[in-house]
């Protein structure tokens, strides 16, 4: 048996949070968009969009709509795939295998974006649909250890910890990038990509090194299809019987479909919808915003974990969660120029380390005493990945049926409000209130 509240093994854990988090950074939120957004994008001498189309298959798309379905795409695969997956993870003992591997997938795929070439985007595109599989793949069976390795009443703390170190990590290697690409010009920002794919594997070995594979000490390593599935039916069925489970998942379902559809979409949104002077004044502002979320957001996640101590974790994330409603209603409304959008990434910052962090480990303290945590925490995944798809998507069709993607913020507002509601439905318990 894994000791709970082993120091060192927790340290490696978290380790895991500064490896992979340079993918959502870099990839889904920084540099990667605003790369693909200029290479698809053409403009006249005084920087006026002439033409964001792009073409697959004989087909026309927005870039930032088509860039929406393929990120979708990946969250759909690892929706239907990880519950199977998982499933057999338990039964066979073989979890951080299974970690491994989408490490990998996601790291070497995010590598090959240094290759990209808008001349070939369904190929180059095909390299960000397996590195978002990889990192979404591996949350599953990363996030299942965290009941493994802390005690409830730590829960919070650790999970917090855990997005801090992402959060610095991260940050740490889009400077290092900034510096060498765009001040020295010793590499180029595609060089950059390969930079991304070797700071997570190198550093995924330090999680990799100090955590089991086989928690419980299964007698069989033998993956089994069959075994598998029990595992996963057995979960479902006692998820279904929980009230405070299945209706903390419904509620989850809405809020973090906004939460990870802003963190996709902020800078295809900004690029659009804020009035900058020029494209050189776009792209360090929206650098500059990026890192005020990532460094505001280890405040945040502190911030919520302490406030959940004295109020409870319902009651933080309910407040959370209004907070993002609010946020999304100004953007819609008010946010036009670069200080406004300044004003409104750090309110982002706040609060988005503040309900990841929490979210996982209030579900985390929801589980029932149980060996089949990957199978628990694949269902978590499930509801944050269709719920993802549904909201990237749903951001694109908007976009292209209004012709605006300020339109499509509205749609984050509902969103929020229907998983407001739904977080006041969750049963209150000794463990979570």
Known sequence: MLPKGDKKIIRAWTFYDWANSVYPLVISSA???????????????????????????GMSFHNTSFLSYVVALSYLIVAFSSPILSGIADSSGNKKRFLQFFCYLGAGSAMMLSLFDAEHIGW????????????????????????????????????????????????????IILILA????????????????????????????????????????????????????????DILKQKQLRRFLGSYFMYNMGVQTVMIM??????????????????SSLIISILLIQFLGVAGSFIMSALSRVIGNLKTLGIVIALWAVICFAVFQ??????????????VGLVMGGVQALSRSTYSKMLPETQDHASYFSFFDVSEKIGLAIGTVTFGLIEEITGGIRNSVLSLIV??????????????????H
């Open 31 to 57: 540099i990667f968009p605003i790369f693909y957004e200029t290479i698809t994008t053409k403009r006249d001498e005084n920087g006026n969009v002439i033409s964001d189309m792009v073409e697959w298959c």
């Open 124 to 175: 180059s595109m095909t390299a960000l649909l397996f590195a978002s599989v990889g990192y979404w793949g591996s949350l599953v069976f990363y996030n299942a250890y965290l009941p493994e390795i802390a005690e409830p009443k730590d829960q919070d703390a650790v999970s917090a910890r855990g997005f801090a170190m992402g959060y610095v990590g991260s940050s740490l290697l889009l400077i």
């Open 182 to 237: 765009v001040f020295q010009k010793i590499i180029t920002i595609k060089t950059g990509f390969l930079l991304v794919g070797v700071w997570w594997i190198g550093f995924a070995q330090v999680t990799f090194m100090r955590i089991p594979n086989n928690v419980y000490e299964k007698k069989s390593n033998k993956i089994s299809f069959t075994a598998g599935f029990r595992e996963l039916r057995g979960v479902l069925i």
């Open 266 to 283: 902020a800078v295809p949104f900004a690029t659009k919808a804020i009035t900058w002077e020029n494209p050189e004044q776009m792209k």
């Open 334 to 347: 008010f946010i036009d120029a670069p200080f406004e959008f300044y004003l409104i990434a750090a309110c």
């Open 415 to 432: 969103i929020f409000i229907i998983g407001f509601l739904l977080l006041l439905r969750v049963p209150k318990s000794e463990r979570v």
